[in-house]
T-cell receptor
Framework: GAVVSQHPSWVICKSGTSVKIECRSL??????MFWYRQFPKQSLMLMAT?????????EQGVEKDKFLINHASLTLSTLTVTSAHPEDSSFYICSALWSGGDTQYFGPGTRLTVL | SQQGEEDPQALSIQEGENATMNCSYK?????LQWYRQNSGRGLVHLIL?????REKHSGRLRVTLDTSKKSSSLLITASRAADTASYFC?????????????FGKGITLSVRP
C-alpha cells in the first residue's frame, strides 16, 4: 500500500516552454502533498506544501508564479514549471500524506532537463 | 535551512559488515525519519522514531535517538550489495496543520560484494 506515482518520469523541453508534472496517490487519499527539488548529489529541498482544495504554501525563495501547484483532488497534485529555463533543470519529487498520518510516501521523481 | 546533518558523508564497507550512519539536528523535533534513495529514484521510507522513543528495530535496521544530544544513528546489520544507496535523515516538527520534513545532506553508502 501507500503508492505514489509521478508522470512523466523524465522530460526534456526547450527554454521558455511550460512543463506539467503529475503526482498521484494510487491507493490512499492524500490530504496533503509536498513538492521537492533535488540537484545532483544534494539533498531534497521542500518547494511547497499543498492541501486539497486550497492554495499551496510556498517555501521562502520559491516563486509561486513560476511553479504553479494545483491539488484539485485527494489523489492528484500537479506542478507546472512555467517558462522553464536551464537553471530549472532538476529532479522534482512529490510526496503524499494522508489525514492524520505522519509518514510521507514519495513518488519516483521526475527529471526535468531544459535545453 | 537544512536541519539534519549526517556523517560520514560517504561510507564504503564490505558485504556482511555493519554500517553505522549518524545524524545530528539543531532544533526540537516531533519525530525523525530515515529514508533511502537509489540513484535517480524516489525515496523509500525506512523507519520513523518519535521524540519519546530511544530505539527502534525493523528487520536489519536499528535506529537510536538521543534528544539530549540531538542525534540519531542508523545501523544496518549484515549489509548487502543491494543496500548501496544514499541515506537521508529527516526531522519533523509539527507546525500548525502541516508537518514538514527537513532533510539532511545524505550519506552515500557503498557495499562491496
Amino acid at each position: 500500500g501507500a503508492v505514489v506515482s509521478q508522470h512523466p518520469s523524465w522530460v526534456i523541453c526547450k527554454s521558455g516552454t511550460s512543463v506539467k508534472i503529475e503526482c498521484r496517490s494510487l491507493d490512499f487519499q492524500a490530504t496533503t502533498m509536498f513538492w521537492y527539488r533535488q540537484f545532483p548529489k544534494q539533498s531534497l529541498m521542500l518547494m511547497a506544501t499543498s492541501n486539497e482544495g486550497s492554495k499551496a504554501t510556498y517555501e521562502q525563495g520559491v516563486e509561486k508564479d513560476k511553479f504553479l501547484i494545483n491539488h484539485a483532488s485527494l489523489t492528484l497534485s500537479t506542478l507546472t514549471v512555467t517558462s522553464a529555463h536551464p537553471e530549472d533543470s532538476s529532479f522534482y519529487i512529490c510526496s503524499a500524506l494522508w489525514s492524520g498520518g505522519d509518514t510521507q510516501y514519495f513518488g519516483p521523481g521526475t527529471r526535468l532537463t531544459v535545453l | 535551512s537544512q536541519q539534519g546533518e549526517e556523517d560520514p558523508q560517504a561510507l564504503s564497507i564490505q558485504e556482511g559488515e555493519n554500517a553505522t550512519m549518524n545524524c545530528s539536528y539543531k532544533t526540537s523535533i516531533n519525530n525523525l525519519q530515515w529514508y533511502r534513495q537509489n540513484s535517480g529514484r524516489g525515496l523509500v521510507h525506512l523507519i520513523l522514531i518519535r521524540s519519546n522513543e530511544r530505539e527502534k528495530h525493523s528487520g536489519r535496521l536499528r535506529v537510536t535517538l538521543d534528544t539530549s544530544k540531538k542525534s540519531s544513528s542508523l545501523l544496518i546489520t549484515a549489509s548487502r550489495a543491494a543496500d548501496t544507496a544514499s541515506y537521508f535523515c529527516a526531522t519533523v516538527l509539527f507546525t500548525g496543520a502541516n508537518s514538514k520534513l527537513t532533510f539532511g545532506k545524505g550519506i552515500t553508502l557503498s557495499v562491496r560484494p
